[in-house]
């Protein structure tokens, strides 16, 4: 088993570019999340979903769109990146509620 | 604002030593909280959970403590080795939590020395 598997691993955008980070996980878990993690701020969730077809909102979601047209795969998606966009992007997925998270690599996003 | 706090962004200690490290949170909500390892340039691991209706969970050489009126916990590793060297981060969850949605601490940067 791969786990859960995050392309690209890093990417460098122009002010105004826009981007799909892909997650993809081969453990047939219902819930997927995505996180930023910065400096000093620790990951805070952008969005999430809890079984294909749906997304939610998490703490961090302005700038960013989502979807889950597949069980095992969760899109992330930057129309038009910012500066402050630049990040570590983590992709995340659960069996359900109450279970521990398992986490991809990371993506590392630089936005000039 | 943050909700799950880690005040002590690094921590060094001797191998063979007890590490400890703290977490602290606001939400009166939270109920679940795990504890994750992180090396660099890779996701972060599940290490240890504990869930509200307990005050200690053991697992081998990691024991995370919960003082509920405090909003405390706490991981102890005993004894420490290198290959503990890693960021450690606090996660609670609130109930109810549809959404499995955990809120993170900052990090601390725990480094043994061998």
């Known amino acids: 088993n791969a786990g859960v598997t995050q392309t690209p691993k890093f990417r460098v955008l122009k002010t105004g570019q826009s981007m799909t980070l892909l997650c993809a996980q081969d453990?047939?878990?219902?819930?997927m999340y995505w996180y930023r993690q910065d400096p000093g701020m620790g990951l805070r969730l952008i969005h999430y979903?809890?079984?294909?077809?749906?997304?939610a909102k998490g703490e961090v979601p302005d700038g960013y769109n989502v979807s889950r047209l597949k069980k095992q795969n969760f899109l992330l998606g930057l129309e038009s990146a910012a500066p402050s966009q630049t990040s570590v992007y983590f992709c995340?997925?659960?069996?359900?509620?109450?279970?521990?998270?398992?986490f991809g690599p990371g993506t590392r996003l630089t936005v000039l | 604002d943050q909700q799950v706090k880690q005040n002590s962004p690094s921590l060094s200690v001797q191998e063979g030593r007890i590490s400890i490290l703290n977490c602290d949170y606001t939400?009166?909500?939270?109920?679940?909280f795990l504890w994750y390892k992180k090396y660099p340039a890779e996701g972060p691991t599940f290490l240890i959970s504990?869930?509200?209706?307990?005050d200690k969970n053991e697992d081998g050489r990691f024991t995370v403590f919960l003082n509920k009126s405090a909003k405390h916990l706490s991981l102890h590793i005993v004894p420490s080795q290198p290959g503990d060297s890693a960021v450690y981060f606090c996660a609670a969850s609130p109930y109810p939590n549809t959404g499995n949605q955990f809120y993170f601490g900052t990090g601390t940067s725990l480094t043994v020395i061998p």
């Open positions: 979903s809890v079984g294909e077809g749906t997304t």
């Open positions: 504990i869930s509200s209706i307990k």
């Open positions: 453990m047939n878990h219902e819930y």
């Open positions: 995340a997925s659960s069996y359900s509620w109450g279970n521990e998270q398992f």
């Open positions: 939400n009166s909500m939270f109920d679940y």
